[in-house]
């Protein structure tokens, strides 16, 4: 009975682990204490994609980072120095026209070619010669090479064989869990839908029973010089073989439901990542009788931070002369904005927090991205590839307490800086060390492309909008100076509360302002501010925004029954801040938080966010059109005619440009560095900003609502 119990618990805890990775306890975000810890030793910009594993590491790459890299116990991915030994390697083909064989041993040679990796037994076995019931016992890295076809073939066997081991009840999820496994398709585009279907279900069964996948599935197409695809897949692959972590068993995508195939995590509009644990399973679940003990800390909590905030201001009006035999006080040493509940629950929530203040998390786009299911509106509105993209934030605390902010008032407050400031390139480092070793996390998610997953380890551009206010950090200058020195994008949101920071900013690659209401009552109702003077500062934003000289946007985010019906105090605004660009986005529904009263009745359909722009336009004097739109995130971007050239839209980027422009040091304006849109990204096309290369995934039984008929406006 106990080793029943035992397996369930298992199970199930198979079943959770989804999610990103534990926190380490008594360390940083990075890894424990006493091994390799990233606030110790700094990672060198220029070597981080190696130190996660997405190509081979040079000898003097590894002595660049040897001081961080080189150690046994240190949680990089680089090559050690000792060689990676494997017992034994199995390349498994199956061919009618002997391509797959030949791959096979190609593979073969470069695997026993690669320094710093050594395996003892290499065998190349025909899929119709291995015996199936073996893979149950299983305990050689089996690499699959499968050429597929919508004919009959000598992949059929093992692939009926392995469907029914899926989908039988009586065989155990983890009855593979001793697999190790990579598997690579050739086939043919000219089959639609069936082009590596074969070996895409395949690989995606080994994985629901409990196997480990070491490297994305490659998918090489006869059409498109497939010996050089399988090459790049070849390369990528050996890569992690020098990663003795990519072998370590980790069966996490084990599946208990047969139909967990057709209701894959499609996300659905909203940031559906929002609240979700280590654990994968979402917000915190507490026992009923523990409710009392989690209320009291959360009490102490806000009690403590009460006091801190009073003794702040407190200091801030003592006498700086003391008479008498009264001893100053000695100035206390400036505390870390992330106190241990804080980090708890943003790393409950798949935060990794760099040092005392700063945050980096994966945003659901980019594993989107890296599965080919599309980009965020940014592709369609800027050129922006989601899977080459980091969400960070040098500052992960605020000025407001929005009402629909995604993070559920996890983060800390303030209108002050008074914390401990970390150095701007250990935030940086920090940040892509954290950023590549959730990407390599995400490897074993089925469907991950593996030229895409190789893509995602060279960052290009930079979204400083996770939470919190990034300009609020008192180097955010440095800051986005590191980035463009290394060739990533900035795109700056602030939330209109710090004038002095705006005016004093350097150029980044677009600077947002979040414009939540149009009057000083929707404003405080739905930012609920900190300052008292928080209009008066707003205001000021929108001006020192009209005098950058470079691309600015306006964000307004619509919620039905808070700011939607402000149209002509909108146009002011528009006016006094003369943006670039105007993003009107949906508000997304974050579910129940006890800190906003938000329903999805307060989330407007997409054709009433198109109703609300087209006022915005025909008040703004023919200044402004709509340009764009990507329907998918409920999202339109209105555009200054500025960047309509010959009756042709520019609101894309050209980020080299941007970076030549950037590093000269001369004068340059936002129309020196714009680029064309592509039509399908233009309000009205049919695809309403989805790219057509990418594949749209829909929820099976999804729940269809029909739009509101807008009435014609004369």
Known sequence: MSGFLNSLIYNFSNILSVGPEQPQEDGCACGPKDGGCCKSEPIKTESATCCQGSGDCSETKQQEVESSCGQADTPC???????????????????????????????????????????????ILDVTEYDNDNLLSET?????????????????????????????????????????????????SAYGEEFNLAAANIDKWLGRLGATRIYPLGECDKQHDQKSQFDIWCNGFVSELQDKHSLEFSPADIAFQSEDEDEEDEESDGNN??????????????????????????????AKRAEEEEDFENSKAQAKRLIGDVKAKEKAAPREMVSPMIHKNLT?????????????????????????????????????????????????????KCVFC???????????????????????????????????????VPGVKADRFQEAFTIRHCALSLVGEPIFYPHINEFCNMLHENNISSFLVTNAQFPDKIADMVPVTQLYVSVDGATKETLKKIDRPLFRDFWERFLSCLEQLALKGQRTVYRLTLVKGHNTEEIDNYVELIRRG???????????????????????????????????????????DGDYEISAEHAHSCSILIASKDFKVNGEWYTHIDYPKFFELVKSGKHFTSLDYMAKTPEWALHGHEAAGFDPNETRFYR???????????????
């Open 348 to 400: 409950k929530q798949g935060y990794k927090v760099v040092g005392s203040h700063s945050g980096v998390k994966i945003c659901r786009w980019t594993k989107s991205a890296l599965r080919g299911r599309g980009f965020c509106y940014k592709h369609a509105f800027y050129g922006i590839q989601s899977h080459l993209c980091m969400e960070t934030t040098p500052s992960l605390a605020c000025a407001n």
């Open 77 to 123: 991915g680089c090559k050690q120095n000792e060689p990676v030994v494997i017992e034994s390697v199995k390349l498994i083909f199956s061919t009618l026209t002997g391509t797959a064989k030949d791959l096979a041993t190609q593979l073969e040679a470069k695997i026993k070619s690669t320094s710093g990796v050594t395996v003892e037994n290499i065998d």
């Open 273 to 302: 990542d929002i609240g979700i644990d280590d654990n994968g399973s979402g917000d915190e679940m507490l026992d009923l009788e523990d409710m009392g003990n989690m209320a009291s800390k959360i009490k102490a909590a806000k």
């Open 140 to 188: 050689s890295v089996c690499i699959f090479i499968l050429s597929t076809y919508n004919v009959e073939g000598p992949l059929d066997w093992f692939s009926n064989w392995l469907h029914d081991l899926r989908y039988d009840f009586r065989i155990d999820r983890d009855v593979l869990k001793k697999l190790r496994y990579a598997v690579c398709g050739l086939g043919d």
């Open 700 to 714: 099976k039984n999804r729940k269809v609502v029909e739009p509101p008929v807008i009435p014609q406006r004369t």
């Open 578 to 620: 003369k943006p670039s660009f105007i993003e009107v986005k949906g508000v997304t529904y974050c579910g129940y938080s006890g800190a906003s009263n938000l329903t999805m009745k307060n989330v407007p359909f997409h054709v009433e966010v198109i109703d609300f722009c087209q006022q915005i336009v025909d008040r703004l």
């Open 406 to 444: 995604w993070r559920h008032h996890t983060n800390p407050v303030g209108t002050t800086w008074r914390w401990k400031v970390d150095d701007p390139k250990f935030i940086l480092d920090g940040a892509m060390e954290n950023h590549y070793k959730m990407i390599k996390q995400l490897k074993g």
